[in-house]
């Protein structure tokens, strides 16, 4: 009776274990998505950026 009381804790241990790796692993997962995300916008707004500046004649951009 205990034995197999300690084998069902320890089944639902394990499946906890999985399905909080398995959460971590796809947050961690979107997380870089995000990073990504967000690195590749800052790489298109300054190309943009630059873009603009080049098509602009020099005394538009001086401060």
């Known amino acids: 009776e205990f034995a197999s009381t300690m084998g069902t804790g320890k089944r639902l241990a394990d499946m906890g274990y999985r399905a909080f790796s398995a959460s971590m692993m796809l947050l961690t997962v979107y ?13 298109k707004r300054q190309e943009q950026l630059k873009l603009a500046a080049e098509n602009q004649n020099p005394e538009v951009i001086k401060d």
């Open 31 to 43: 997380g870089g998505y995000l990073c990504v995300m967000r690195g590749y916008r800052y790489m």
